[in-house]
């Protein structure tokens, strides 16, 4: 019964990511990037991966320079590697990280379009397609699809470098 009670218990980091994503849909990045910092502050590089990777995939989209995003989006799939089966089980959270590596990839290849590294944004994008069957069918699941396929066409036929189009959600 303990176990159960430990497992529904609301998780205040996350509750607290989750607020200021809210405030960052509002319009506020500067605001919502200041935050996401503070909480990346609390929470430090070797604090739990789920929330390092959740913090670390909201904050890249808050950031102006190509350089600085990418970094927050290789720091958010270095932390979804360091997740544990145990860990997700604490939150019933196993297949809502599965459903994040497609974003995850998708971003990262987004990233190296900006940057001018079409190969590498070729790698991670075939590594989100090859994820993609871990999304729900619902409107997240067909975005992330969605985008990943206008990202491949664009890549395919030597298209811009704006990646895509594709924005987190």
Not at 29 to 37: I, P, S
Not at 51 to 78: G, I, K, N, V
Request: glycine share 10%; proline share 2%.
């Amino acid at each position: 019964m303990a176990e159960r009670q430990e497992q529904a218990a609301p998780d205040a980091v996350m509750t607290r990511i989750g607020q200021v994503v809210i405030l960052h849909h509002a319009g506020d990045r500067e605001e919502a990037r200041h935050r996401f910092l503070g909480l990346w502050a609390e929470i430090g590089e070797d604090g739990d991966p789920l929330h390092r990777c959740t913090l670390a995939h909201y904050l890249a989209d808050t950031q102006d320079d190509p350089f600085d995003e990418l970094a927050w989006d290789l720091r958010a799939l270095t932390a979804a590697e360091e997740l544990t089966a145990d860990r997700l089980a604490g939150h019933g959270a196993a297949l809502a990280v599965r459903a994040l590596y497609p974003s995850l990839h998708l971003n990262l290849a987004a990233d190296y379009v900006k940057l001018g590294r079409a190969e590498v944004a070729r790698t991670h994008l075939r590594r989100a397609r090859a994820a993609a069957d871990a999304l729900a069918d619902d409107t997240y699941g067909d975005g992330v699809r969605a985008a990943i396929s206008r990202l491949e066409l664009r890549l395919g036929d030597g298209g811009g470098t704006d990646g895509g189009g594709w924005r987190r959600s």
